[in-house]
């Protein structure tokens, strides 16, 4: 979607669709110019309690001729001193819904009008152009009616027009990373494989002139990555190590090193998933499909930061090859384990990209991975677990959540988890009891990283969401992206 930027008076600009925010408590000047100019109508259709400025409402109305955009749009923005950021955001991407029901391809938003937050302007963009994101790929029928945004003009105070259309173009580039983790979860299974990922992290290496490296199986062999590999036993195509690194003008010091779960089809393997819902676990890659939409987005936005994502690949799938319940394997840092449950396979593969990762005596180390079924159970769909053993990386880590809306919520990593993870007969073994089944699984990979600076993120729940949020539609979040990039721009 093509952005432009414009200084003009809403109620002089000509345009298909414009939209305004409205407050709860609050009849603003824009609201009341607009309501004056149509003759008394909002405020006859607020008295009735039609509009009520509450987040997530939104009201489209045909102005007549009146003004010269053709519809106005009011959306919620709930009470005026309880505006976030966030709240933009959100705010913008309800206006896509309606939009996009209204099939108003062109408009203008004075959303950056409504409020004088800082980087309002840049939440707005983002919760715009999330908003705007559809997956449309493989439908084949009805292609004519098919729906695409064409161009959003951003109405902007006439002393921030100078700088808007770079804050617009930054977010373009953030919302380019999370859509390209979006489109990766989004793939089928059968698309999206161990060589797909990467393919894809060489497509991305060639467009920013970024360093990249496939470990193929015969490397992982001579490495000794039999964690990894033995993951991927029991599938047709093999095992995976990509290593994709930034390295950013100005950038001082030691990386920050990425490590991106990726399991490209997740069956269970010999300890095999129920059938129903089996078709979600395309989305095992999630935190791959972050590592590498960071990439993308720290490359657009040159960042000045030395970054490198290290992906561990494969399929969990169960043939006469697979691994077993009762197997024993040796990892990369020669920890044995037994494997108790071929169902744990994510932690297996990140074992040996964590201790792999540590060759580049990182500053700091963060995993994404969709990890456990146990965080869905105590967070749900509305946070991310993280677990390390830095606090500050830790809060730095919260605070970005906070601050992008993908918000983290801090598990305990008590030793006393450890307990279970013990075996009979090899040092670890790679599933326990269900109960605290996110944090055993925390303790587990805390096994791998020495001392490192190192936070793991379970985005089990977040990743992936079965109904529509107000900027991102039902399927693939991208969550991790927009967290990341501004943990980055913090440091």
């Not at 060759?359 to 991975?369: G, V």
């Not at 991102?472 to 980055?488: C, H, M, Q």
Request: charged share 25%.
């Amino acid at each position: 979607m093509r952005i432009e930027i414009s200084s003009n008076n809403p109620l002089e600009h000509a345009t298909p669709a414009l939209v305004v925010g409205c407050f709860e408590d609050e009849r603003g000047q824009l609201f009341q110019e607009c309501d004056a100019a149509l003759g008394g109508c909002l405020g006859r259709l607020a008295e009735t309690r039609e509009i009520t400025g509450k987040p997530g409402t939104t009201r489209l109305l045909y102005t007549l001729g009146k003004i010269p955009a053709e519809r106005l749009l009011l959306v919620g923005l709930g009470k005026k001193t309880e505006l976030t950021r966030e709240r933009l955001r959100q705010a913008a991407g309800h206006a896509m819904q309606a939009l996009r029901a209204a099939r108003a391809a062109s408009f203008a938003t004075a959303l950056p009008l409504a409020s004088s937050l800082p980087r309002a302007t840049e939440s707005i963009a983002v919760g715009t152009l999330l908003g705007s994101y559809s997956f449309d790929l493989y439908k084949t029928k009805d292609i004519e009616q098919h729906f695409a945004f064409d161009a959003m003009t951003l109405l902007v105070p006439q002393p921030e027009q100078g700088q808007a259309g770079s804050i617009a173009e930054q977010a373009a580039q953030l919302c380019r990373g999370v859509c390209l983790a979006r489109d990766l979860v989004s793939h089928p299974g059968n698309v999206v494989t161990p060589g797909y990922l990467a393919q894809e992290a060489r497509r991305l290496a060639a467009r920013h002139a970024l360093e990249c490296k496939v470990y193929e199986q015969d490397d992982l062999e001579s490495l000794g990555m039999n964690a990894l590999l033995g993951v991927g036993k029991g599938a047709a195509e093999p095992p995976r190590l990509i290593v994709v690194r930034y390295r950013g003008d100005g950038a001082k010091g030691r990386p920050v090193v990425l490590v991106g779960k990726g399991i490209t089809f997740d069956s269970g393997g010999i300890s095999i998933k129920p059938g129903p819902g089996m078709e979600e676990m395309k989305t095992d890659m999630a935190g791959a499909a972050a590592v590498l939409g960071t990439l993308e987005a720290a490359a657009l936005l040159q960042l000045p930061v030395d970054l490198v994502g290290v992906i561990p690949t494969a399929e969990n799938m169960p043939d006469g090859k697979a691994f077993k319940p009762g197997d024993v394997l040796a990892s990369l840092s020669g920890t044995t384990i037994e494997i108790t449950n071929t169902d744990a396979e994510g932690r297996l593969i990140l074992c040996d990209a964590l201790h792999f990762a540590q060759k580049f005596k990182p500053a700091a180390m963060i995993d994404l991975a969709t990890l456990t079924g146990a965080c869905v159970v105590a967070l749900g769909h509305e946070a991310s677990a993280v677990l390390g053993n830095d606090q500050r990386l830790v809060d730095a880590l919260k605070k970005s959540g906070d601050e992008t809306g993908e918000r983290l919520w801090q598990l305990p990593l008590w030793d006393e988890y450890g307990e279970g993870m013990k075996s009979d007969i090899a040092d670890l073994k790679n599933a326990g009891s269900r109960d605290g089944g996110t944090i055993k699984a925390a303790w587990f990979l805390k096994q791998f990283v020495g001392e490192t600076r190192w936070a793991h993120l379970d985005i089990a729940g977040t990743a992936w969401s079965d109904k529509a949020r107000p900027y991102s539609p039902k399927g693939a979040t991208g969550v991790g992206v927009r967290l990341l990039i501004e943990y980055l721009r913090q440091k």
